[in-house]
């Protein structure tokens, strides 16, 4: 199975800030991944699909980078809302797996 | 609009069964891949299975395979998973979502399992 590894996997951050959450794949993935935001108590969101396409309705403060074995999540003026849970996934083959999360918190 | 809801979760016995489903509506069904996603409490997203659109292939984890049943009926625009043999580690949140190889694009609000005697 591909391993999927976040860093880090809890980040204090103030409003404004700019953040960078990486992912890594334990081999392979070309760009067959994407982002997810989940807020407690909800669903999952996708934000980011194919590495780097911002899903319809998505701010265009968040963005995708990277591709093979590793990626890079990117909000680039934290808002109030944007404080959650990310996280990624391959969907290269299967089992299809995600990372651990990086929890996301205000400072 | 998309929706997905899902419905079927409860409390259920270790070593019984449970058969969750899944309700699609406004898009096609028969045109998507689907997958149920699990969240045990606490803890992160686990991929547990998926279905291809026309439903001929179906995909486990090797947590489920075995015991776990991905099925879809397109006509009635609902997926079922059946659950046989569960264990506490099957205690999660599963969630029904649309996509596959692009990702989940699309997601229902999950309905909750728990296995305790």
């Known amino acids: 199975d591909i391993q999927m590894t976040q860093s880090p996997s809890s980040l204090s951050a103030s409003v404004g800030d700019r953040v960078t959450i990486t992912c890594r794949a334990s081999?392979?993935?070309?760009?067959?991944l994407s982002w997810c935001q989940q807020k407690p108590g909800r669903a999952p969101k996708l934000l980011i699909s194919?590495?780097?396409s911002l899903q319809g309705g998505v701010p265009s403060r968040f963005s995708g980078s990277g591709s093979g074995t590793d990626f890079t999540l990117t909000i680039s003026s934290l808002q109030p809302e944007d404080f959650a849970t990310y996280y990624c996934q391959q969907s290269y083959t299967t089992p299809y797996t995600f990372g651990q999360g990086t929890k996301l918190e205000i400072k | 609009e998309v929706q997905l809801v899902e419905s079927g979760g409860g409390l259920v016995q270790p070593g019984g069964s449970l058969r969750l489903s899944c309700a699609a509506s406004?898009?096609?069904?028969?045109?998507?891949?689907m997958s149920w996603v699990r969240q045990a409490p606490g803890k992160g997203l686990e991929w547990v299975s998926g279905i291809s659109s026309s439903g001929g292939t179906t995909y486990y984890a090797d947590t489920v395979k075995g015991r776990f049943t991905f099925s879809r009926d397109n006509s009635k625009t609902t997926l079922y998973l059946q659950m046989n043999s569960v264990t506490a580690e099957d205690t999660a949140v599963y969630y029904c979502?649309?996509?596959?190889?692009?990702?989940?694009?699309?997601w229902g609000q999950g309905t909750p399992v728990t296995v305790s005697s």
């Open positions: 406004g898009f096609s069904l028969s045109s998507y891949a």
């Open positions: 081999q392979s993935i070309a760009n067959y």
């Open positions: 194919a590495a780097s």
């Open positions: 979502a649309r996509g596959g190889a692009w990702g989940f694009d699309y």
